[in-house]
């Protein structure tokens, strides 16, 4: 099965950097292209934690959803201060000043997956935060009712989040959790995806809240089953996410890459076990779920999950011999059609990595790879070198123009009207002397057109170093 699948992708990827249908032609000839003008700085602190851990730092993690969100004209940060703090600050859109509280709670290992996650419960007007886990047990806060509704007329102030929790008020997960993501939902009720277990042995799962009470959805993806390479088979696994989102027609979306247990799939022990970029979506907030083709192939919370063996997931196949990285970026398009970025190191430059971190910051790629109008999967190389180990995110500007968001702040753009085969560097990340990977306000990009950018400073040992804010203007 795992070969006649991976067959059949290859067929779905026949047509690549190609121009979309319907996406070339004078209809398009005045829809501009893809630029970034930068439009102001601004700094969140001076000296915020810093400590390189899994080569990424806490405080700007791939898989952040949310540590930076704009909301009905305010924008709002998270992060871990010098003395380990737990902080909070906002600004008015269009503001230089930020104003910090704090959450209360302080981190409690030097472990960059603890992050902080925020989120939006439209419902009720709070913000939501989880954070510090790692395959262990989490540290939930939330806000008074009404603060993001009306934040001029609140006092930002500790007072304004409640106790920390270890559940859910009340609602307890898991003793195996980590990466919080939340996002909200068609109906305005807020979701939480995290995974359940531990690398190479985990599954995904949601919980929902309706604006008064949380209720957990389940796992949605499995461990089990037997994945076989050329080299050998691996019995466990857990599916990497990278990203989970609605679309503007209301369904959720999904790419994933799976991480294997067993090294024994492997042709280098120095590699990853990552393989293969599948795809998944839901129509029913994550109840059910459905390959590319639309065929059903798990159902949350039940013990019909999504797993490896599962026919018509893979949209993009590939060995574990090629570092592929796990949680890169996704996003979807003003007609819901999804894309996401990945990044491995290419067969050209050999068919076995033997350092994962040394060949992919020597010969890593970044790959656009989205669902064209006519249906097909079509995949193209960036011609800009990462030149990093670590992960690039992803953005979709209002005319659907690309942007890569590289390492150090580094900024790419191609053009919906080329078909996205007009890939350049935009901006080159001079002046930000930012450290790695960046944190990107989704929100923000739909609220008012503006790209910001939450970077931190490069710094050495566990010496502080500065937070900031960078804002770039879209195409108007």
Excluded at 410 to 422: C, E, P, W
Aim: hydrophobic share 35%; with cysteine.
């Amino acid at each position: 099965m795992m070969r006649r699948r991976t067959l059949l992708a290859s067929a779905l990827m026949g047509a690549v950097a190609l121009p979309a249908a319907g996406l070339t032609g004078s209809a398009h000839a005045a829809t501009p292209g893809p630029s970034v003008t930068k439009s102001g700085t601004s700094q969140l602190d001076a000296k915020a934690l810093f400590f390189v851990s899994y080569d990424g730092l806490v405080n700007n993690n791939s898989f952040q959803k949310n540590g930076l969100l704009t909301y009905k004209g305010y924008q709002y940060a998270a992060w871990y201060t010098a003395d380990r703090n737990a902080v909070v600050a906002r600004r008015a859109v269009g503001s230089a000043t930020w104003s910090t509280a704090k959450a209360g709670h302080t981190l409690k290992a030097d472990d960059s997956h603890n992050v902080i996650s925020m989120g939006v419960s439209k419902s009720d007007g709070r913000l939501h935060l989880n954070m510090d886990s790692h395959s262990n047990g989490f540290t939930y806060v939330k806000s008074v009712a009404g603060l993001l509704d009306n934040p001029a007329g609140t006092a930002w102030t500790a007072a304004v989040f409640g106790a920390p929790q270890s559940t859910l008020d009340g609602l307890a997960l898991t003793s195996q959790f980590t990466y919080p993501q939340f996002l909200s939902t068609p109906d305005n009720k807020l979701q939480l995806s995290y995974r359940v277990g531990i690398s190479g042995n985990g599954r995904n799962a949601l919980a929902e809240y309706n604006g008064s009470t949380w209720t957990n959805l389940g796992e949605w993806s499995s461990s089990t089953g037997t994945y076989t390479s050329e080299h050998g088979s691996s019995g466990a696994r857990n599916m990497y996410l990278h990203g989970i989102d609605y679309d503007v027609k209301g369904r959720l979306h999904s790419f994933f890459t799976w991480r294997e247990q067993s090294g024994s799939v492997m042709c280098s022990g120095g590699g990853l076990t990552n393989h293969d970029t599948g795809y998944v979506y839901s129509d029913d907030k994550g109840r059910t779920w459905r390959n590319n083709a639309g065929t059903l192939v798990g159902t949350t919370g039940t013990s019909d999950l999504v797993a490896v063996t599962d026919a018509g997931l893979v949209v993009d196949p590939l060995s574990p011999d090629h570092s592929l990285m796990n949680q890169e970026s996704q996003s979807t398009d003003s007609a819901g059609r999804p894309h996401a970025l990945i990044s491995y190191v290419p067969g050209r430059f050999g068919q076995c990595t033997t350092s994962y971190a040394a060949d992919r910051i020597a010969n890593g790629r970044v790959f656009h790879v989205r669902r064209n109008a006519s249906g097909a999967w079509q995949k193209t190389e960036l011609p800009v070198s990462p030149n990093s180990s670590q992960r690039t995110k992803l953005v979709l500007d209002k005319y659907d123009n690309a942007y890569a968001v590289f390492p150090y702040g580094r900024i790419a753009g191609a053009s919906a009207a080329s078909g996205y085969t007009d890939w350049k560097l935009l901006f080159d990340g001079s002046g930000l002397n930012a450290f790695g990977e960046v944190v990107i306000d989704e929100l923000r990009v739909k609220a008012d057109n503006v790209l910001s950018v939450m970077y931190q400073e490069k710094s050495t040992g566990t010496t502080p170093s500065a937070l900031h804010v960078v804002d770039f203007k879209l195409p108007a």
